[in-house]
């Protein structure tokens, strides 16, 4: 599903399970005209918008939400992954999620504290390229925290689908009572102890003897994954976490000679960065010219705005969630024009080389510059 084709819908919440003490898992129920449209692949995430108190088309946001949770500028946008296996080609009748709580994060108090079952929230279709459709192979992931929750996916997928796949999961967290789906995954090792391997390395907690404990850096990285399996053999890598887990266990993979086709990310945390100045070279005035759902506009770039708010100004449509380079919910691909991009967590080179762009830290590098979210 590309970016272009995301909409949001009101789905009910129809269970809301505490994993841990800052955590739930949220179900939402999918009526069966909109299956087809929430047909996801294992990996993929759903942004979740919480509208302010009385703002237009409150039709999706939750019951019982407060104005106070709410952002200034009328609503709040999350992405969250989808923790559920795909079961089959049908579209879902439900999607599940998992959300921790962030010390200070609006949605993810609100999600922890006061959605309840029968709440209807804006739920946008699935999107995200952090994907594996089922096929035979040894893959292995390295995941922290929260980072779990699309692997979780993956990996229940492959193994119930794929007879000959093998999965490695390395994950790390403070202390065991704040791992998420620890249960999930425990029946994953019951039921393929053959085929399913995993580490937990706890980072506040002693373990017993001979399992691993500290921090995931690439240092320990480098040493520990040549004595757990066959890194040359791994078709695929999968790292999820936040910035510097991830980062670090990029490192170490590429120092044991993995190639980077091999490895696939998806950071769950970025600190705020402030944008990059301007260079001297940029243009003082600028256009875009936006392709958005077969329509298109074209409308001048106010001083420092990314092309994602100049878009949004006027086509209130956009595709976006995170606005921070990481989601990749803004993709769009430049039809024309260069742009400077401040971050992009969420691309991989092979898309930047295909032209695709992140809207949300793009700033014009030319006069001109042309858009198309729609491809
Ligand atoms: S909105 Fe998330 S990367 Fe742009």
Known sequence: MTAGKSRFHGLRVSAVDRLTDDSVALTFAVPPELRAEYRYAPGQHLAIRRRASGAEGAEGAAAGATPAGAAGGGEIRRTYSVCSPVLGADGPAEVRVGVRLVEGGEFSTYANKEIAVGDLLDVMTPAGRFTLEPRPGHFAAIVGGSGITPVLSIVSTLLARQPEARFCLIRSDRTAASTMFLEEVADLKDRYPQRFQLVTVLSREEQQAGLPSGRLDEERLSGL????????????????????????????????????????????????????????????????????????????????????????????????????????TCRAFLVDGEVRMDRNYALEPEETEAGYVLACQSHPATERVELDFDR
């Open 225 to 328: 994954l040549p004595a757990l399996l066959p890194v040359g053999e791994i078709d695929g890598w999968f790292l999820c976490g936040p910035l510097g887990l991830v980062q670090g266990a990029e490192r170490a993979l590429r120092g044991l000679g993995v190639r980077r086709a091999r490895i696939h990310e998806e950071i769950f945390y970025v600190d705020a960065a402030p944008a990059a100045p301007a260079p001297a070279s940029a243009p003082t005035h600028s256009t875009v010219t936006a392709q958005l759902d077969g329509r298109s506009g074209s409308w001048p770039v106010r001083e420092g705005e990314s092309l994602l708010e100049t878009v949004l100004r006027n086509r209130p449509d956009a595709p976006y969630a995170c606005k921070g380079g990481v989601c990749g």
